[in-house]
């Protein structure tokens, strides 16, 4: 099969499995989404694809809705991607479509925006769109991870989905009046940007099966957090920090990471970064490399009991190995380890050992009679 409007012309030939002449990377014909979908993101999906009409009803909608009016904005007043214009990045775009054998290469604008930041939208057709801080922050391997990212958004679908999710929440902000309705608006909310965040996670490991450069990408996002002085970076130490900031402190800081985190779409840079390469280390990544992963003529079948039973295993396993203080806790309550009284007071003040021991009795010293000045 060809590429995307007859891309393979750039890359030469390939079939399933087979190496691209010339830039040494594969392509994966017919893949599935699910194959990178990150469990939370993938779960999601599965149960709104099984939603028939939805999707049809709200991309009949698309011409009530914002999006219509970024589409003409950006064509009114971006630079729309091409041959003849940022024909490095058409070229990039096309080769992503190539790769992930996405049907349909989607338009691409580059819009005037100091601000380094991509994003993929749209209902009834998806346009990605870069920002100028972008493209001149990173070179040709990292925007092409970037591109990727973004094409993985528009294989998902999550600019579908994402919409349906806003316009849900849009109407519950109508309802708002009923008694609680704040509360449920924002477990709504909530639930929404958790997704979000999770959606990101997916699009990066589609970027790093666009760019199969694990290194292009850490870069990619070192720079994105840190600015364009790469001699001054390093991506083990980068790493380290996202390390750092899982272990260290105690519930008090495990309580301020998550009310940091609430209000962000996108999950912090150098988790992003230690997550895409613990994926890009694990089984499944090797798997779909080897040419072992889903297709999509499969998805109408996949079960969505087994899709949430799935995620519900990787929030366990990620409660269970995780060193965060609060996740801790939260693993020694579920084995039934300890007491919980004195594990909450130990780790919210940092002394462990002032609370009852294994057998759930005080420390010896705590029964002795006070002492005279």
């Known amino acids: 099969m060809s590429g995307p409007n007859d891309s393979s012309g750039a890359n030469g030939g390939g079939k399933d499995g087979q190496r691209l002449p010339g830039r040494n990377r594969r392509r994966f014909e017919g893949i ?22 939805f999707d049809t009803v709200f991309k009949a909608l698309s011409g009530l809705l914002p999006e219509r009016s970024l589409r003409l904005l950006f064509l009114s007043d971006s630079v729309r991607v091409s041959d003849q214009q940022f024909a490095h990045l058409n070229d990039m775009l096309r080769d992503a479509c190539y790769i992930l054998d996405l049907p349909k290469v989607p338009p691409m604008y580059v819009t005037q925006d100091p601000r380094p930041n991509a994003m993929c939208i749209g209902l009834d057709e998806p346009i990605i769109v870069v920002t100028t801080g972008l493209v001149e922050l990173l070179d040709e391997e990292e925007m092409r991870a970037v591109v990727g990212h973004e094409v993985g958004h528009a294989l998902s679908g ?28 924002m477990a709504i909310v909530t639930a929404l940007r958790e997704w979000f965040r999770k959606s990101e996670l997916s699009a990066d490991r589609a970027g790093l099966l666009v760019g199969q450069d694990l290194q292009a990408s850490m870069r990619g996002l070192m720079k994105i957090a840190g600015g364009n002085h790469l001699h ?42 230690a997550e895409l390469k613990k ?57 039934g380890a300890g007491d919980i009284g004195g594990r909450l007071r130990d780790r919210f003040t940092g002394t462990p050992g002032s609370g009852p021991d294994s057998s759930g009795r005080p420390p010896k010293d705590s029964q002795d009679p006070p002492q005279e000045g």
Do not use: C
């Not at 996202?242 to 309580?255: H, M």
């Not at 090797?286 to 079948?301: A, F, L």
């Open 32 to 53: 599935s989404s699910r194959a990178y979908e990150h469990p939370a993101d993938r779960s999601a999906l599965v149960a709104l694809r099984k939603l028939s009409g």
């Open 158 to 185: 999550h600019a579908v989905y994402r919409t349906i999710l806003l316009f849900l929440t849009n109407l519950a902000l109508r309802v708002a009046w009923i008694p609680l309705g704040n509360l449920a608006i």
């Open 232 to 273: 001054e970076m390093n991506v083990d130490a980068f790493l380290k920090q996202a390390e750092e900031y899982e272990e260290s402190g105690d519930l008090r800081d495990s309580v301020l990471k998550i009310l940091n985190v609430l209000p962000r779409s996108h999950p912090f840079t150098t988790v992003r970064a």
């Open 279 to 335: 994926w890009a280390a694990s089984r499944d990544h090797q798997r779909i490399m080897d040419g072992h992963y889903p297709r999509r003529g499969e998805d109408k079948d996949t079960s969505v009991y087994d899709s949430f039973k799935e995620s519900a295993s990787h929030y366990a396993e990620t409660v269970k190995t995780s060193k965060d203080p609060l996740m801790k806790l939260l693993s020694d309550i579920g084995s």
